[in-house]
């Protein structure tokens, strides 16, 4: 299994960026997809995850401004981050958990998310 991540980058604060996740292999069904971050010195943190029945939840401090979408089709999920600040400064994993028994939990390399003041 594989998730291959996509569209961080360095942004000025109060721009947007769009992170890509797919997940490609022998993966069989997915419950949850996610994304959290890990900013230097810090645990990591949960941003946001969506399940496969439509519930998403997401981290306070992104409320209002980051946005997770997933295509079930294609075993992708997006976060779309508006309004960006430079506390959003990390680098952004990928998460997905598989619907199996037991489940499966895969994570993905990582993409730099860096916010200038």
């Known amino acids: 299994v594989q998730l291959v991540e996509s569209g961080g980058g360095l942004v000025q604060a109060g721009g947007s960026l769009r992170l890509s996740c797919a997940a490609s292999g022998s993966i069989f069904s997915i419950n949850v997809m996610g994304w959290y971050r890990q900013a230097p010195g810090k645990q990591r943190e949960l941003v946001a995850l969506?399940?496969?029945?439509?519930?998403?939840n997401y981290a306070d401090s992104v409320k209002g401004r980051f946005t997770i979408s997933r295509d079930n089709a294609r075993n992708t999920v997006y976060l779309q981050m508006n309004s960006l600040k430079p506390e959003d400064t990390a680098v952004y994993y990928c998460?997905?958990?598989?619907?199996?028994?037991?489940?499966?939990?895969?994570w993905g390399q990582g993409t730099q998310v860096t916010v200038s003041s």
């Open positions: 969506a399940t496969s029945g439509g519930s998403v």
């Open positions: 998460n997905v958990q598989t619907a199996t028994i037991p489940s499966y939990n895969y």
